[in-house]
């Protein structure tokens, strides 16, 4: 008798909530959705209703509140609360074959990965599984690495990382025009330009804390796109510099088509991109594979762990006799040159680098990457990475959504939206993103992984 | 000397919009300590509502005098982006009180992209543009001033008064101070935080509506991505006169628009922005609290 | 380093701190304060509430620059450093100084072991070649971490620690952070250590046990210099206490001289001065 009782109360207060929401969503939607504007042939813009869609709103935002509030809410409490009952350990500690040798795992599959899409989709059918998902991820996942040391080590609130992506770029576009000079010349110089330009802007600010050092990173991101609009004499402006050279082979094969030294001709192979875009796969793999290389060993040195001291307390690093204006500096110019790597390698990919790619909506993307994944941990950044950006990329082959919504339906509109929305969602649910908990530089007897609950943030 | 007042007189008009918005910041990062990046977008969907309901005006009252119509509109952008900077707290920066820092930061970000691309989806990516609404103007010798930049400094002037008395003489405005001060002790002393909070995010919606109806007034064009650069422009504003300060932020904001005018007056117009933000990284440099901050004791 | 050789004529002396004035302001936090503190002892420095104790420490330690006045600290090999004119981190680099805080500044996301080998962090540093023959993996590198783990272990093992030493900082109970940051300090190789309300907050068995680490600290040849409220603590460890009230020194000397001195009773129980005698009455019947 009780439990029905219960359970009709539970479904009045659902009921009642998912009318609140109808009316909140009305009041929000009626202006925006129920109403669209338009320019007429005459070139006036006028408006037509659009209840139809408005209702359709109105009716998802009420049925999910009435869900949330009867169904979904109770069940996660109960759970909980048996959980808790039962005094589960949060952690299991019977690992199956698979967590165990995850990385390994996933390396493996990384380096099949283009062969495998050949196989599967034709040389000319694997462009699309090697460029648009595998190096777009690929590229995300090395700078989000590189922000990492800035954010998820030291704790230093960089809002302008993609900065030093674009000093890598713009520097191995001009400098490879101008001289002549190959990609793996100016891969190294293009990270060492970037990590000069990290100590050059880092220095002046990094005594600014918390939201402060954000905004300014922030400032001197927008500054560095807005020279690069302006600047037509070297940037070319808007317009960007196409014809950027192609990385060779370490020198021994070329790509471009025309040269005597072909890939494809020296090795009897059809002619297509597709080889280029293999080749550049395991380029930025390797580069990523770098990245994670020096991540774990830095982390694992007195400047690794002063990183780390420095996110949990600065006053008390102080103390302890560490410089920390240095310390935060070594931070920022190994994450800008990681940038500047990454910029490189995006300039060679595309051919063509414009101020357009470098907004601060990416320095946005990188960061909620890093955030999303679990500040700190290389793995679920990589996790954050594939889901965000594969996630994002996926929405643009959906066409058969065309055939739901009609002809009209671009999934790519929508793009950012879901990015946006997933952004919030994960936050709101996982405040400390996919992996919470911090692996221990050294050990005495086991290496137990740190709780989130304890790692600090940082404060600037 | 006459150009340099004309362009004075732009600078304010402009600087009065960047202050209308950077109140909204201010305000908000004081009680919560939080960068809300989806104000300039909520500043969007002012301009946006501000929009909808001047067509929907026009085409019902074709005659409408002109001062009704921008207070029908002014009024309704106010509620709109009330509604919703009220629903974006309860929803997704609510839950993330008192939580790790940056889980706040990251959701604001993904809500201004949201926002952003809610409008682009829905109204479309094209500029949207209206007719003058307000045309007269006034000639002081070779100075030439706007009503519209008059009603602009006009309500801006009057919002902040409005606002200074609110946040200073009212029970309303000694719960946000407390609240801002120290939270779980204004809650232990009754005051309702949440409601407190609540306020505070409608207030700034509020004045970010206004400054909404008056971007749309003064440049008769509004776009889906037309939140982010005065937003982060309105947020330096408040940083640079000290953020948690309401006059600071006004000061702030006008200081921008005056050296975005006669920046481009006197320079060049291509690196207005670049000034801007220059500018706030020295100020930040040299006084980190910014220009009416309180000072920060580092507490050892 | 000071030029003049008469400024510390005595050997023993570890920091002498010499006209020392701190102004907030309008508010002279403290005024001409002057005192020694010898090597081998535990000097304390008490004086009720809001008396400046921590100005003086964070003037020390150099967390705050002192209007007026010099902190010369005398090295065991006999270098002179001018504690008011380096860097806050320099103090500890260079100058051996290194302290605790009142509200515990540990690093709560890493671990035990973690906090005392980011302490390490110059020794270290040098060793690693400045992180670049460390990343290429050089002996020398190896053989200082080794090293580093060594000290910490002896240090857990004196704070006590050794069973948390792969817990995090930030769950170990009370008294224990209290040690770990004790430990941490001394992990920077320190010739002063200097302890804000080292005892603050812990229950009695753990004062107990922070007496004895104090004392081996002592008997490894540190000096301590410590800020304390609790004079059963002070009393009992302490080999110098210094008083200190409204910034001013009211008294200076041995622990029973200054349990003893009017000025000392009058400032903490806060009397006239004619009620000072009364109150010298009843100490000597042993009733407060």
Redesign the interface.
């Known amino acids: 008798m009780a439990q029905s009782s219960d359970n009709n109360s539970l479904m009045a207060q659902a009921a009642k909530e998912a009318l609140v929401a109808a009316a909140?969503s009305f009041?929000?939607f009626i202006?925006?959705?129920g109403?669209?504007?338009?320019?007429d042939i005459n070139n006036a813009?006028?408006?037509r209703t659009r209840w139809g869609l408005l209702a359709v709103f109105v009716v998802i935002a009420a049925v999910s509140r009435f869900l949330v509030v009867g169904f979904i809410k109770p069940h996660l409490d109960k759970r909980k609360r048996d959980k808790a009952k039962a005094g589960i350990p949060e952690v299991s500690d019977g690992k199956n074959f698979f967590q165990r040798n995850f990385l390994k795992i996933a390396l493996i599959g990384l380096l099949i990965y283009p062969p495998l899409s050949v196989m599967l989709a034709g040389t000319q059918g694997s462009l699309k599984y090697v460029d648009n998902f595998g190096i777009q991820i690929l590229i995300y996942v090395m700078l989000a690495w590189g922000l990492n040391i800035v954010?998820g080590l030291a704790g230093l609130?960089d809002l302008g990382y993609v900065a030093f992506y674009a000093v890598g770029a713009y520097s191995y576009a001009l400098l490879s025009q101008q001289f002549g000079l190959s990609f793996w010349v100016l891969l190294p110089l293009s990270g060492i330009l970037a990590a000069f330009w990290g100590v050059i802007l880092g220095f002046?600010?990094l005594r600014?804390?918390?939201?402060?050092l954000?905004?300014?990173t922030?400032?001197?991101g927008?500054?560095i796109r807005?020279?690069l609009?302006?600047w037509t004499a070297v940037t070319k402006g808007t317009f960007g510099i196409s014809g950027i050279p192609k990385a060779s082979f370490f020198g021994i094969w070329s790509f471009d088509v025309g040269a005597a030294n072909n890939f494809t001709k020296a090795w009897g192979l059809s002619m297509s991109s597709a080889y280029y875009k293999i080749f550049l796969f395991y380029l930025i793999l390797a580069l990523c594979m770098l990245t994670a290389y020096?991540t774990i060993?830095?982390r694992r040195?007195?400047?690794g762990?002063?990183w780390?001291?420095l996110?949990?307390?600065e006053?008390?690093?102080?103390?302890?006799?560490?410089?920390?204006v240095t310390t935060k500096l070594?931070a920022f110019a190994i994450g800008a040159m990681i940038g500047g790597f990454a910029g490189a390698f995006f300039a060679t990919r595309q051919g063509f680098v414009s101020p357009e790619s470098f907004v601060?909506?990416e320095s946005?993307v990188i960061?909620?990457i890093v955030?999303?994944g679990g500040?700190g941990s290389l793995t679920g950044i990589a996790i954050a990475a594939i889901v965000m950006v594969g996630g994002t990329e996926l929405l643009r082959e959906m066409e058969f959504l065309k055939h739901v919504f009609g002809p009209d339906f671009t999934p790519e509109?929508?793009r950012?939206?879901l990015?946006?929305?997933?952004?919030?969602v994960v936050?709101?649910f996982k405040?400390?993103g996919f992996v919470g908990s911090?692996e221990?530089?050294?050990?005495?007897?086991?290496?137990?992984a740190?709780?989130g609950s304890?790692?600090?943030?940082g404060h600037g | 000397m006459e150009y340099f007042v004309q362009q004075l007189a732009n600078g304010l008009t402009l600087g009065s919009i960047y202050g209308l918005i950077a109140i909204g910041y201010t305000m908000v990062?004081g009680i919560i300590g939080m960068?809300n990046f989806a104000h300039g977008d909520i500043f969007m969907?002012g301009a946006?509502?501000a929009?909808?309901?001047f067509?929907?005006l026009t085409?019902f009252f074709a005659g409408i005098p002109v001062a009704l119509a921008l207070l029908v509109m002014l009024i309704?952008a106010m509620l709109?982006t009330s509604?919703?900077n009220w629903?974006i707290e309860r929803v997704?920066y609510r839950?993330?009180r008192g939580?790790?820092?940056?889980?706040?930061?990251?959701?604001a970000?993904?809500?201004?992209?949201?926002l952003s691309?809610?409008?682009?989806?829905?109204?479309?990516p094209?500029n949207?543009?209206?007719p003058s609404l307000v045309t007269d103007v006034y000639h002081f010798g070779n100075i030439t001033i706007s009503l519209k930049q008059i009603i602009i400094v006009a309500v801006t002037a009057v919002l902040l008064t409005v606002f200074w008395y609110i946040v200073n003489k009212t029970p309303l405005g000694r719960a946000q101070r407390a609240t801002e001060q120290d939270r779980k002790m204004a809650a232990l002393l009754g005051v309702d935080v949440d409601r407190t909070i609540s306020i505070t995010f409608i207030m700034g919606a509020a004045l970010a509506a206004v400054a909404g109806t008056m971007y749309l007034m003064y440049y008769g064009v509004a776009t889906f991505n037309d939140g982010?650069i005065p937003g982060?422009k309105a947020?330096?504003a408040a940083?640079l006169g000290g953020?948690g300060s309401l006059p600071g932020a006004v000061l702030g904001g006008l200081l921008i628009g005056l050296i975005e005018s006669l920046w481009s007056a006197y320079f060049?117009i291509?690196?207005k922005?670049?000034a801007t933000?220059?500018l706030?990284?020295f100020v930040?440099?040299f006084k980190?609290t910014g220009i009416l901050g309180r000072p920060e004791v580092?507490k050892? | 380093m000071t030029p003049g050789t008469n400024t510390m004529n005595n050997n023993d002396t570890i920091l002498k701190v010499e006209h020392l004035s701190m102004r907030f302001g309008g508010l002279m936090a403290i005024d001409d304060f002057s005192f020694e503190a010898r090597r081998g002892n535990i000097t304390a420095l008490i004086g009720p509430n809001g008396a400046g104790k921590t100005t003086v420490f964070n003037c020390i330690?150099g967390?705050y620059k002192p209007t007026m006045g010099m902190i010369t600290l005398k090295q065991r090999d006999g270098d002179h450093y001018l504690l008011e004119r380096l860097r806050?981190?320099?103090?500890?680099?260079i100058a051996k100084v290194?302290?605790?805080?009142q509200n515990i500044?540990?690093?709560?996301?890493?671990?035990v072991?973690?906090n005392l080998?980011?302490?390490?962090?110059?020794a270290?540093?040098k060793a690693?070649g400045y992180?670049i023959l460390?990343?290429l993996g050089m002996p020398a590198y190896t053989k200082a971490s080794a090293a580093a783990?060594d000290k910490a272990?002896y240090w857990l093992d004196k704070a006590n620690l050794?069973e948390r030493?792969?817990?995090?900082?930030?769950?170990l109970p009370y008294g224990g952070q209290r040690r770990l940051e004790i430990a941490?300090?001394m992990c920077?190789g320190p010739e002063l250590l200097c302890l804000d309300e080292p005892a603050a907050g812990l229950n009695p068995r753990e004062s107990a046990a922070l007496n004895t680490l104090l004392h081996s600290i002592r008997d490894d040849g540190a000096s301590i210099l410590l800020i304390e409220h609790d004079m059963s603590v002070v009393m009992e460890i302490s080999d110098h206490v210094v008083v200190l009230e409204y910034g001013q020194k009211i008294s200076d000397g041995t622990p029973d001289h200054v349990k003893n001195d009017p000025k000392v009773i009058a400032a903490y129980l806060g009397v006239e001065d004619d009620e000072v005698e009364q109150i010298e009455e009843q100490l000597d019947e042993g009733r407060i």
């Open positions: 909140v009041g929000l202006l925006y959705v109403i669209e504007t338009y320019q813009l006028v408006w954010v609130l002046p600010v600014l804390r918390g939201d402060y954000a905004i300014v922030l400032a001197f927008e500054i807005l020279v609009i302006n020096v060993k830095l040195m007195p400047i762990r002063a780390e001291a996110r949990e307390d006053i008390a690093c102080r103390s302890l006799g560490i410089n920390t070594t601060f909506l946005a960061l909620a955030v999303l500040m509109l929508y950012m939206l990015f946006g929305l997933a952004m919030i936050m709101v405040p400390r911090r221990p530089t050294a050990f005495l007897k086991e290496r137990k740190v709780a304890f790692t600090k943030e | 990062y960068i969907l946006f509502a929009l909808i309901v067509l929907i085409s309704a709109m509604l919703w629903t997704a839950p993330l939580s790790f820092r940056l889980a706040p930061l990251i959701t970000i993904g809500m201004s992209i949201v691309n809610f409008i682009q989806v829905t109204q479309g094209r949207k543009p209206i982010f982060v947020f330096t940083v953020i060049t291509a690196y922005d670049v933000f220059a706030l990284a930040l440099i980190p580092e050892v | 330690t967390f806050d981190f320099e103090i500890t680099k290194s302290r605790t805080f500044r540990l690093f709560s996301g890493l671990t072991l973690e080998l980011v302490a390490q962090h110059n270290l540093m690693s992180t460390g990343l783990i272990k050794t030493a792969d817990d995090p900082a930030g769950d941490r300090a920077t």
